[in-house]
Structures are given as structure tokens and as C-alpha cells.
């Protein structure tokens, strides 16, 4: 059971605690979870709990509502999973039966959606029992809503629109919830109105029982927290989660920001230059406002020999999960991703009503979503809450639309107190977006948050002009169309196939490749690699080091994990070297990289080692 720790922890449970002391850590074992689920936490390796997860539980164990917020890739996901399971185990035993769902967790895309199903659903597999998780999403019919919700199942990963749909055709009883109802979580909270979800919370709070304890889930604070925190919460506990008493930003520590600025002609010759010298580290995240630019984008990178898949709302599911799936476990390095359904494509609400498993809706309603179905899904998302694995770096090809677009999408690497980096290019019309940005992410008002990037000079830039242009111009915008006609045309085809395949290989990853080449022009083999006399020496040296870094934090994972550990510090390239011009000196790189200190980052080498494998290059 709980120690003396998990005492002082309950102990301040009370009232509101915004911005709160580093606190004494508490440990998983501490904290009075079931042990099947302290063995499911020690299966997946999970040493220690994160500062939310360390905060959150105890206070969710004690019942209470609580609104949690915490920068992305903290661990929210199972600071509430982990009670919540813990306490359906717990209700579990005997001849108990329940006539509806315990535990709700609403969502506001289908992508999140499939990662909580997935996550509690192997946190319940790993504590045997059998018990039911489903997820309902806006592809299903009112025939497979029913069946799903027959049993009923213990959990139910919803978005809110499928909750609300579930009770209007008396798939949930009012009764039902009234009886069984004991845990609503809202996650991404900070976007579920945004979303278009207000109705359906608003039809769901009534029948929501008055002992159901809420969990209410976000990264950044808005009004909309607020509205859903009076609609569903009572007298919740305010957690405010920074990672420590000084830390006033909102992005995690482990994200280093920079920009790159160019003009609007530029932005895809300094992608490639990014790319092509090797300047960033792999697995990049590309994010881009629009699919045409996304498609324009990966025709231009693929005749340089640079393989991405393009990730949007007018995809089938099927594919989109695929697609994610294959980059997770690194099936491809370069992932072009627009933001969501709604910010990329204006889209109506009949749009929500689904794209593939229409057996139910009213034709009336099949025709007007059918206008809007071969565009876009307008339950995508990726930006927000997705867990990408081990994205190390971001690209925003586009500014994002929002201060708050741009914490997610860069919430996307740097997750779990892992380092990452994100780089902005900003053209002259972004400067004032770039300004809102800044001002949203806290920190030191005196000092630039997001700076210019050091590894990229003019002259490397320069050295891929006459290439990237000629190439550029040969991406026309019917070419575009006509990739993204081709891609849509084939993933439709896929998409059942896809579906199919999983249910009887879930692993397999292989099926199909989603960086295949679209372009009608096979990509010319003398544009793959960059001829010497292109070669900047200092970017050559810059990427020298990325590469370096690479092997390094690659070869010796665990060493650098064990040291990063010890000093408790991030090591990076990035810190140690400045890619300003150079004066040559005696023995020095020709890329004139300066340490700017002595110790060096996570990813990265000592410097005097990198030096030594340098100069026996
Ligand atoms: N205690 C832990 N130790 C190490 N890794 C953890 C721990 N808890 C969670 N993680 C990992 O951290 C990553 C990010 O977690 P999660 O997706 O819950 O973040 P989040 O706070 O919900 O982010 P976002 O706001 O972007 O949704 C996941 O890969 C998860 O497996």
C-alpha cells in the first residue's frame, strides 16, 4: 500500500494547486495500484512515473475530479489510464454485473482515439481477466455501434459526436449510465469544442451520474477548458504540471526551436537543403497547411531520392492508421503531415458523419457527407495527442494557423523527456505569426525562444538553387493533382484490403509501402547524390556531425541514457557547435565549428572525440 510519501501526496490534494514546487518524486509502487498493473507498467519498462503521472494518480485514486494540465508528451495518457484501469480491476470482483459501460474516454480525433483503445487495451491484456474495450468512431454504422456496445463493454475510446449518436438511438440508456457510469475522462480537452463537439457534450452531461468522478486531460489552457471543466466537472483538483519552479514555457525543455527564414520561392530549396546534407536527424515530421503543398512537397523531394509518405484527411482509416503504424516503427524517415480535418479543409458537419461504413445513415444524409467524404475526414488529427515514436526532429514547411497549432505539432517530438528539435521556415508574411508564437510560449521575455538555425548557410543553400528550381518547376500543379488523384485512387483500393489483412496480421507492417514514388517522371539517379564541388564545407562538416550524433546516440543508446541520467542534462550537436561562418584555424575543422561549451548533448559526442574522427575521415 501507499508509504508515507503517498500520504504527503493525499495530503495535498486539497484545493487548487497551480504551478506548484518540485515535490519529493513518488514511485509507481507507491502510489497503491493493483500489482497486475504494477507488472504491466514493469513490462513496459517505465522506471519511474513523470511528474504528472506522479501528481495525478494518487489524486485520481482519492476520487477526486481532476483538470491535469501538462506539456505534450508528459505522460497524461497514462496518468489517467492507469487509476482508471486500476479501478475497474478493482470493481471487478464477485458477481458484480453492470448494465452499461464504466469508463468513458472522449477524444477528439480517430487517430487518438485508436491509440487510447490500443493502450488500455493492452494495459487490461497485461493484467489478464477479461475485460472489454471498444472504440466507436465515425466510420461505424448504428448496426456496429449496437453490437459493439452489446455485452456491454467495460471501456468505451469515443469521440464525443459516436457517445451522443450511441444515446440518441438508444444504444446507451439514460439507466444505463446512471448505474454503471463511474469514470469520464476528456483528453485533449483544450480541442474538443474546437473540434465541433459542444452539442454532444452538452447532450451527454445530463446523464453523466453525479458520482461519476471526471478526468478533464490538456496540454494548453484555453476558454474552452474552462467551459467543458463548469459543464461536466465538480470541484475539481487543478493541476498545472511544469517541469520546474522556474519554468514558465509551455513547450517541453528537450525541444530546441529554430527558424530558417527564406521567401515563399525558397521554402521547398531549403526543405531539400535541410534534408539533402543530412542537417536535421531522422525521424523527421514535416508539417505543411495544405494536402497540395504536402503532395508538391514529396514529388519535389522524390526526384532528389528522398522518400516520404504524405499523411491527410482524405485518406481512408484504414490507410491513415497504416500509415502511422509504418512510421512508428520506422518503415520510412520523412513523414509530410497536414494539421487536422478541420484547420486543412473547412469542411461541414455532415463531413463527421463518416466516410466508408455508411449502413445506417439516412440517404438524404449519405448523399450531402458523399459531397464531402472524397475530401476529407473531419475527425483527422495527428497533431494533437498522437504518439509518434521517436520523431526527432519537426519541420514546419508552413507556419502553422495558431500559437496553439504550433505547441502541438511541435509536441510531437521531444516526447517522454526525449530531446528533439523543431525547425520553422518563415517567410516575410509569417513574421507576425512567428511573434504570436513566441509570445504564447513563455520564457524568458528577454531572449528569443525560437532562434535561427545554426547548420544551414547561405552558400549550401546557394550550391542546390539551379537544381531544386529546375526540379520545382517541373512539379506543376497538375502534376500535383494528378498524385494526388493517383495516391487517393489506390489507397481506397487499399483500404479494404489493409483492413482485412490486419485482422489477420496485426504485425505486419509490410503490406504496402506508403513512400512509393508518385511522380510520373522517374526520379533522374544524378539528382540523388550532391557532386563535390556543390559541397559547402561548412554544412558538410555540420552534417558530419548530425551523422556522428546519429551513430552515436544509435550505437550507444543505453551508455548515453545511463550519462544523460547522471547529469541529468540533454546532450545535442546543436549545443555544442555554431555553424557561424568559420575562421579557420590551426587544426580545426574546415567547417570551423565552435564548442560554444565543453560539455556536449544527448545526441551528440564529446568534442574532442568528435574532432579525433574527424580528422581520421
Ligand atoms: N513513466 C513513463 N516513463 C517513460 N515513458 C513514459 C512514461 N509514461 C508515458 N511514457 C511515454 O511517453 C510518451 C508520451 O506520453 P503521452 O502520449 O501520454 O503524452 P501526452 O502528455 O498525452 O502528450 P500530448 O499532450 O501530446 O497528448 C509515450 O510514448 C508514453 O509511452
Known sequence: MAGAKMAQNHAR?????????????????????????????????????????????????????????????????????????????GESGGNVSFSGPRAFVLVPTRELCQQVHDDVRSLFEHCGGSFRVVQLTTNMSVQSMTAAMAGPPDVVVATPARISACIQNEILLPSALRDSLSTLVLDEADLLLSYGYEDDLRKLAPHIPRRCQ?????????????????????????LTLMEDATDESIVPKSVQQFLLKCEPRDKLLHALALLKFELIQKKGLIFVNTVDTGFRLKLFLEQFGIKSAVLNAELPQNSRLHILKEFNVGLFDYLIATDDGKSSHPVSDESKEGEEDQGDVPAEKKGASKKTKRLVDAEFGVVR?????????????????????????????????????????????????????????????????ITPFPLLNKAAVESLRYRAEDVARGVTKIAVREARAKELRMEILNSDRLKAHFEDNPTDLELLKHDKVLSKKQPSVHLRTVPEYLRDPSTEAASRQIKIARQVAGDNQ????????????????????????????????????????????????????????????
Open 385 to 449: 495527442g498522437v504518439d509518434f515514436k521517436h520523431v526527432r526532429t519537426v519541420i514546419n514547411f508552413d507556419v502553422p494557423l495558431t500559437p496553439a497549432g504550433y505547441v502541438h505539432r511541435i509536441g510531437r517530438t521531444g516526447r517522454a523527456g526525449n530531446s528533439g528539435l523543431a525547425v520553422t521556415l518563415i517567410t516575410p508574411k509569417d513574421e507576425e505569426m512567428l511573434s504570436l508564437v513566441e509570445g504564447v510560449l513563455g520564457g524568458d521575455p528577454e531572449q528569443r525562444t
Open 13 to 89: 490534494a486539497k484545493g487548487n494547486r497551480e504551478d506548484e514546487e518540485e515535490d519529493d518524486e513518488i514511485g509507481f509502487e507507491e502510489m497503491g495500484l493493483d500489482p497486475r498493473l504494477l507488472r504491466a507498467i514493469s513490462k513496459r519498462k517505465l522506471a519511474k512515473p513523470t511528474p504528472i503521472q506522479s501528481k495525478a494518480i494518487p489524486l485520481i485514486l482519492e476520487g477526486k475530479d481532476v483538470v491535469a494540465r501538462a506539456k505534450t508528451g508528459s505522460g497524461k495518457t497514462l496518468a489517467y489510464l492507469l487509476p482508471l484501469v486500476h479501478k475497474i480491476l
Open 558 to 617: 543505453r551508455f548515453y541514457k545511463k550519462r544523460k541520467q547522471k547529469k541529468g542534462g540533454k546532450e545535442d550537436p546543436l549545443k555544442t557547435f555554431s555553424a557561424k561562418p568559420k575562421r579557420k584555424r590551426d587544426g580545426q575543422d574546415a567547417g570551423g565549428f565552435r564548442a560554444k561549451k565543453k560539455k556536449v548533448g544527448g545526441q551528440g559526442v564529446p568534442k574532442k572525440k568528435h574532432h579525433s574522427r574527424q580528422k581520421r575521415k
Open 214 to 238: 471526471c478526468l478533464l486531460m490538456s496540454a494548453t489552457s484555453s476558454e474552452d477548458v474552462e467551459k467543458l471543466k463548469k459543464l461536466v466537472l465538480h470541484n475539481p483538483v487543478i
